[in-house]
């Protein structure tokens, strides 16, 4: 099994303000206002998976339609500025819904913020969020595009892109934006994708053969070993270690 040593070493390689530029977490770090941040992460979150350079392009593309304002975009949505808007399985009414549905949240409380708060003091902190869009949703309306975007998390799934945004919002770092408070660093879940999955059973980190949320646990707990108060800081390390190895063979 890898040294915390050798761990440390590679946080210090890839934790740097330079991961943001090829990153979706570059979208966080746009905005100011609190509102406009948690969005924008939102967002972001929902497009990261695929090529990297397509799903930044979308994004990129998406902002502007949004005008940059993202908080202003929510709030006085209408379906008609979506057009053809697209991204792989997410079709145009899998956008609208998901910002309707965010439209009624942040016209009627504090948004993202207030619901996933609830969640964690529900101990539910995926299936609240989860669950305020799929008792939401025109089922009529959507379709693989919704829910892969806005997974369920009873299916038992790893969480990566929901895992990544909390990361996000919640750590302080060079790299992430930490502006929600409800709950710590210690709290947080690796965000599991076939990279870092791949790199911690090489690194004897992770046992599980399967990439779900089982997985993500039993990963996370042996990072807490190594650093219990802030067990998700590795995402840098075995991301990028994984990633360059990859390139590399």
């Known amino acids: ?21 090829d990153d979706p977490v570059q979208f966080v770090h746009k905005f100011k206002g609190k509102k406009d941040i948690e ?11 695929g090529s990297r350079k397509q799903f930044i392009k979308k994004l990129d593309n998406l902002f502007v339609i949004a005008q ?38 942040y016209n009627t409380s504090e948004g993202l913020s207030e619901l996933f708060e609830h969640g964690y003091n529900q101990g539910e902190l995926f299936n609240v969020p989860v669950d305020y869009f799929y008792s ?20 038992g799934g790893a969480m990566k892109r929901m895992c990544m945004y909390l990361r996000w ?24 994708d076939v990279h870092v999955a791949r790199i911690s059973r090489q690194m004897g980190l992770l046992t599980r053969k399967a990439n779900d949320f089982k997985a993500v646990i039993e ?6 070993k190594y ?15 994984g990633l360059n190895s990859k390139s590399n063979t």
């Open 1 to 21: 099994m890898i040294t915390k040593t050798e761990l440390d070493i590679l946080v210090e390689k890839y934790e740097t303000p330079d991961f943001i530029n």
């Open 39 to 49: 969005i924008a992460g939102f967002i972001a979150s929902l497009l990261a998976y």
């Open 68 to 105: 940059n304002e993202p908080l202003n975009f929510v709030q006085n949505f209408e379906p008609e500025i979506i057009g053809d808007f697209n991204y792989r399985f997410g079709k145009p009414n899998d956008f609208v819904e998901i910002f309707n549905i965010l439209k009624e949240l």
């Open 136 to 155: 939401r949703v025109n089922e009529n309306c959507v379709g693989q595009g919704f829910y892969h975007m806005i997974p369920n998390p009873k299916n």
């Open 169 to 192: 919002m919640v750590r302080k770092s060079d790299v992430d934006i930490g502006i929600w408070e409800f709950m710590k660093p210690s709290e947080l879940y690796i965000p599991l």
């Open 219 to 224: 990963l996370t707990e042996n990072l807490k």
């Open 227 to 241: 650093c219990p108060q802030d067990p998700v800081k590795y995402d840098f390390a075995l991301f990028g270690y």
